[in-house]
């Protein structure tokens, strides 16, 4: 006499739970890497969905800011403060005399802002910027300046903040990097609440 057996019934393979976390492990120390389509950007991302590293292919010295406007929803702009404002060739000059990477004399965020053509746009801003420790307590901001500019311009500001450093030529301050990963996050959660919310009112 013959019997088939249920598969349904029969036992399921037993997991190891150290095989297990070995793999959950591997996982999240995986990273994978994408750019946009003009490889001005490229990010490193972890298996979280955290920026790992970013990478730059052009300054905004070498790129025409027309081209980088109209494909985003947001615009994240960074820069040093200088003398407790954007920075100028002058001051920019004397950074690289203390220290700072030579070659990034003769444009900066400012000159950068002023080549973007007059609004109204869609595309939202963000700011931020470099201050050394030791002025921390003073006034001026070049992320604050940047936004004023932005939004004279026709855009939208929407967050600035500002990111401390030892010395003109860095590094940042202990801490720093961390706070500056929730500061994107935080940015990149209230664009996907903004997207849900444009969804549902086109739903309504």
Do not use: C, N
């Not at 444009?107 to 595309?123: A, D, F, T, Y």
């Not at 801003?125 to 070049?142: Q, Y």
Request: charged letters at 25%; hydrophobic letters at 40%; zero cysteines.
């Amino acid at each position: 006499m013959s019997s088939a057996s249920d598969p349904a019934s029969a036992p399921s393979e037993l997991i190891d739970p150290a095989q297990l976390e070995r793999a959950e492990q591997a996982v999240r120390a995986a990273t994978y890497e994408g750019r946009d389509p003009q490889h001005l950007v490229t990010a490193v991302v972890d298996a979280d969905g955290l920026v790992v590293r970013i990478g730059f292919g052009r300054t905004v010295g070498s790129h025409a800011p027309e081209a980088v406007t109209g494909l985003v929803d947001l615009i994240v702009l960074g820069g040093p403060t200088h003398a407790f404002s954007l920075s100028r060739p002058s001051t920019r000059a004397d950074a690289v005399r203390q220290g700072a990477p030579a070659g990034r004399e003769e444009v900066g965020l400012r000159e950068w802002l002023h080549g973007l053509r007059r609004g109204p746009h869609s595309e939202l801003v963000a700011t931020f910027d470099t201050r050394v420790e030791r002025v921390r307590h003073l006034p001026g901001s070049a992320a604050k300046k940047a936004a004023k500019l932005a939004h004279s311009l026709g855009y939208t500001p929407v967050a600035h903040e500002s990111f401390y450093v030892a010395d003109v030529a860095g590094p940042l301050l202990p801490g720093e990097l961390e706070r500056a990963r929730e500061w994107g996050q935080s940015l990149a959660a209230d664009l996907r609440a903004r997207h849900a919310g444009r969804s549902q009112t086109r739903s309504l």
